[in-house]
C-alpha cells in the first residue's frame, strides 16, 4: 500500500514540490479533470538499479537501426502531452492542470527534465522527470511506436550514469519497468537511498559535453 494524504489547499509551488521529493513523497490527481492534488509515499517504492537496467539485444539493435533521434529538453509540452493522453495502454492520467503549470516552470528553471524520441518531425515516444542532487525521479512515459519508450529510458540511463547520478526513482513498479530491471525496495531503505544521493551533485549536461550520442 501507499501511505498518502487527502487533498491539500496549500499553494503548489515549483519549491513545495522539490521540498516533497526531497522528503521521499510526491504529488498525484486523481485524473485530470480532478483540481485537488495528494502526496503519496509508497510502502515499496519502484527504482531501476543504474547497474542493473536491462536493455535486450532486440531493443539494442533496434535502437541502432531505427534512424530515430533521440533529443533532451526541447519539447517539453509535447512530452507532457503525449504522458496524458489516454490510449490502449492506459484509461486514466493522473496529470491534471495544475502538474502541468508547476512542472513546466520546474523545468523552466533546469529542474525538470525529458528525453525526447522522434522519427523525423514526428515525436514518437518519451518520458519526464525531475533532477535533484543525484537523483532523477521519473515521473511518466509513454510510447506512440514500438519500442519508443524503453529508447527514452535506456538513453536516461546512460545519460544518468556520465552524469555521476546514483538514483533513479520510478514511483512504482510496473511489468514494463520491471522488464528494464527496476525493482521494488522498502521505503525506508528508499530513504537511506534518496539521502545520501540528495549528498551529491549529478550533472545532467555531462554526456552532451563529453560529445556521446
Same mark, same amino acid.
Given at each position: 500500500m501507499a501511505?498518502?494524504?487527502?487533498?491539500?489547499?496549500?499553494?503548489?509551488?515549483?519549491?513545495?514540490?522539490?521540498r516533497a521529493y526531497q522528503a521521499g513523497i510526491f504529488p498525484m490527481a486523481e485524473d485530470a479533470a480532478d483540481t485537488d492534488l495528494f502526496w503519496v509515499s509508497p510502502d515499496l517504492r519502484g527504482i531501476i538499479p543504474l547497474d542493473g537496467f536491462h536493455a535486450s539485444k532486440s531493443l539494442?539493435?533496434?535502437?541502432?537501426?531505427? $534512424?530515430?533521434?533521440?533529443? =533532451?529538453?526541447?519539447?517539453?509540452?509535447?512530452? #507532457?502531452?503525449?504522458c496524458a493522453t489516454v490510449g490502449e495502454d492506459r484509461q486514466t492520467t493522473w496529470i491534471n492542470g495544475t502538474i502541468?503549470? =508547476?512542472?513546466?516552470?520546474?523545468?523552466?528553471?533546469? =529542474?525538470? +527534465?525529458?528525453?525526447? #524520441?522522434?522519427?523525423?518531425?514526428?515525436?514518437?515516444?518519451? !518520458?519526464?522527470? !525531475?533532477?535533484? $542532487?543525484?537523483?532523477?525521479?521519473g515521473e511518466s512515459m509513454f +510510447?506512440?511506436?514500438?519500442?519508443?519508450?524503453?529508447?527514452?529510458m535506456a538513453h536516461l540511463v546512460d545519460r544518468l550514469k556520465a552524469g555521476g547520478y546514483e538514483l533513479l526513482d520510478t514511483q512504482f513498479l510496473t511489468d514494463h519497468l520491471a522488464s528494464l530491471g527496476g525493482i521494488e525496495i522498502p521505503r525506508t531503505e528508499y530513504e537511506d537511498r534518496l539521502s545520501l544521493a540528495l549528498q551529491r551533485e549529478g550533472n545532467w549536461s555531462a554526456w552532451d559535453s563529453n560529445d556521446q550520442a
Amino acid at each position: 500500500m501507499a501511505r498518502q494524504t487527502d487533498p491539500f489547499t496549500v499553494e503548489i509551488t515549483p519549491e513545495l514540490i522539490v521540498r516533497a521529493y526531497q522528503a521521499g513523497i510526491f504529488p498525484m490527481a486523481e485524473d485530470a479533470a480532478d483540481t485537488d492534488l495528494f502526496w503519496v509515499s509508497p510502502d515499496l517504492r519502484g527504482i531501476i538499479p543504474l547497474d542493473g537496467f536491462h536493455a535486450s539485444k532486440s531493443l539494442r539493435k533496434a535502437m541502432r537501426n531505427s $534512424g530515430w533521434a533521440i533529443r =533532451v529538453d526541447t519539447n517539453w509540452d509535447g512530452i #507532457v502531452e503525449g504522458c496524458a493522453t489516454v490510449g490502449e495502454d492506459r484509461q486514466t492520467t493522473w496529470i491534471n492542470g495544475t502538474i502541468r503549470s =508547476v512542472y513546466g516552470e520546474l523545468f523552466r528553471r533546469g =529542474v525538470a +527534465h525529458t528525453v525526447e #524520441v522522434w522519427d523525423g518531425d514526428n515525436l514518437v515516444g518519451g !518520458l519526464y522527470g !525531475l533532477a535533484i $542532487g543525484a537523483a532523477f525521479f521519473g515521473e511518466s512515459m509513454f +510510447h506512440r511506436r514500438t519500442n519508443a519508450s524503453k529508447m527514452a529510458m535506456a538513453h536516461l540511463v546512460d545519460r544518468l550514469k556520465a552524469g555521476g547520478y546514483e538514483l533513479l526513482d520510478t514511483q512504482f513498479l510496473t511489468d514494463h519497468l520491471a522488464s528494464l530491471g527496476g525493482i521494488e525496495i522498502p521505503r525506508t531503505e528508499y530513504e537511506d537511498r534518496l539521502s545520501l544521493a540528495l549528498q551529491r551533485e549529478g550533472n545532467w549536461s555531462a554526456w552532451d559535453s563529453n560529445d556521446q550520442a
